[in-house]
């Protein structure tokens, strides 16, 4: 149970990049991937600025070489999950115990908002083929068979914490000795369902968010995907390139305070942070960086800068919100960030948290405003937090 | 270590939530759909909460809920969840009002109660639960995908007394498009007779069953979840169930009861009446899906149904497919699979 899990491959796309590549030029150019709604089909379009993928469905076709499309998710998945595979370069994958675990939140939702629309005028009618992957799994599905993976897959949804569960599910089938190779993480395209949703909330900025400054409104929704493919000791030591870093700790709690808000002490974070630091052998101290959930509302960024308060203080490491650049990719996140925190380990990086500006009245401490490369990174923590009271922290460490 | 089922609750289309008696009063049903037999909800969660709360919430609670005063734990140690498709009533509600008045003046109630783990965070909130908590949507292995996070949790020691559920409601547009999509019969039928139509479809359910998971042994557990195993297009199923047998050191020939998913659809049912003429051809069969429908996370009613045949030592005759012998159960094989793509398989022991 304490065997060591490695991450040796990393895929990522997202508003700012289709690869890991140019999402590392976009954070140098601290170069935001937010705007305009291009693709979305919404009343909404030239009120809320969103981060979308700046691909087309037909595009994400091209690019991922999936023939029969059902669903923007799966697009995305596929395209960062071939990225994280290739990336790792296992040589005989196939002679591994190989697993697929993806989280999302909306499933084929984009579709069958097309099928409802007709069914809803009439009840037969509506593409029958536009609702028949409606399900979360079938986007894991999809992406499974694209990949030729048959030995284990699942799919987890636990709203914005969804693909940092994933991530650390597939470590701990690693441990248990169930599989050797896993590819973990999540995706979620942006839907007229989710943006809605957020919208009722009143989370929304109508600007570009700020995550962790007073002046905050509220978030912009972002869509994407995000992998990392975790291996065994066994499989490690085959790998010709050098490994990112190992999944060090991590840890699921639940803030159980309200279906939506989270607790204003931050309970359900604190105790998922304490819980990572725990199972890494860790103290708040050994932490280099910290990938702020930060959505820029002020109800979470103020819950968890207190819990980031009671583990931390008095001494903050540097800290971000990437999302300042993605939008809030839900689902996804977890994974796209996983993925950020990684590349942080390997190229020694510190992301900056765009458009900070004023310090949150109730914490001592501030966001990193500016892109820093040649850092001592070792350690970095990244929060995921949800609906549903769910919160994960994640710890990654230099192998 | 030894993974032991301590108690366990159900709601579904038959009186199977309470001391009700074990399977004595069958409800017959004709059509093509079955809907759950309610308990006093009242009795679960504060009247005023379950105005708002859809049928899915309202069911996973109260069997959660129950599943803990049965196994007499206050506080569970992980709650995870399985559902394929969530919170059907809240999604399809806000999607409707999206369409209907043009994405203007919602209301965020359904969109809030939408998300696929409301029935764990509900839960969690209730009984103010800071433990590990997780919902597994994967199609029809969603509940066994939960349940093996569940014995992860076990083995790793991190946690105790797990919770862990399948839930899944079917309201009327997810039964029209299914139905449309061709997963159930296009004529009424009798639940009872299901197994003989021999014609495509079968017939809709849905339902809520939790079970606390401990590796602590006691005389009041209910049974020993000896082994489980999903697997995805096996080449060969009949070598993929004797090598899961093997690894446990038994045999068929060990089995004395073995739990089938088969659901009344020509086309499904075929890869159980293989099994029953192979490799299953000596051994006593039993089905369930005639008493609650078919549904994703139908296999926690298959375990509820396991479990309670090993502790009581009762094999209800309107389950067995053949007639009843006088062999007590002491060890059962369940085995369900899902459109032929998803097989699951667990081990059900006697304590």
Redesign the interface.
Known sequence: MSSTVYIAGAGVISAIGNNTAEHLAAFKQEQAGIADITLLDTIHKGRLPVAEVKLTNEDLIALTGLVNHNGRTALLSLSAAQEALADAAIPNLNTWRTGFVSANTVGGMDKSEDFFAAYLADNSKGKLRNVYDHECGSMTEIVADSLGITDFMTTISTACSSSANAIFYGARLIKNDVLDVVIAGGADALTKFTLNGFNTLMILDEAYCKPFDEERKGLNLGEGAGYVVLVSDRVAKTLTKPLYATLSGYCNSNDAYHQTASSPDGTGSFMAMQGALKKSGLNPGDINYINLHGTGTPNNDSSEGTAIKRVFDPHYPPMSSTKSFTGHTLGASGGVEAVFSVLAIKHGLIYPNLRFKTRMKEVSFEPETHFQANQPVKHVMSNSFGFGGNCTSLIFSAV | MKIYIRSAACVSAQNTFNDTGFLTDVVEYTGTRLKTIDPDYKAFIDPKQIRRMSHVIKMGVAAAKQCLINGHTEMPGA?ITGT???CMED?IT???R???Q???L???TA????????V???I??M?????????????G??FE?AL??AI?LL???DANHILVGGTEEMVD?SF??LT??GLYKRFPVSNLELYATETKGTIGGEGAAFFLLSDKASADNMAELTALK?L??PANLEVAIQDLLQQNGLNIADIDLVITGKNGDLNYDKTYKDLEAGLFKNTPIANYKHLCGEYSTSSAFGLWLAANIVKTGILPPVIAQQEVSTRIPKRILYYNHYQN?YHSLMLVSAI
Do not use: W
Not at chain 2, 127 to 139: G, S
């Open positions: 709650i394929a498709f969530g999604t806000f999607l409707t999206i369409i209907e043009e994405e203007e919602l209301p965020p969109f809030i109660q939408s998300t696929h783990n409301t764990a965070a509900q969690a909130l009984l103010q639960c800071h433990n590990y908590n997780n919902t597994f949507v994967h199609k292995i969603s995908s093996f996070d992860m083995k790793e020691q547009t029209k498009v449309r999509l999903t995805y297009k793509k």
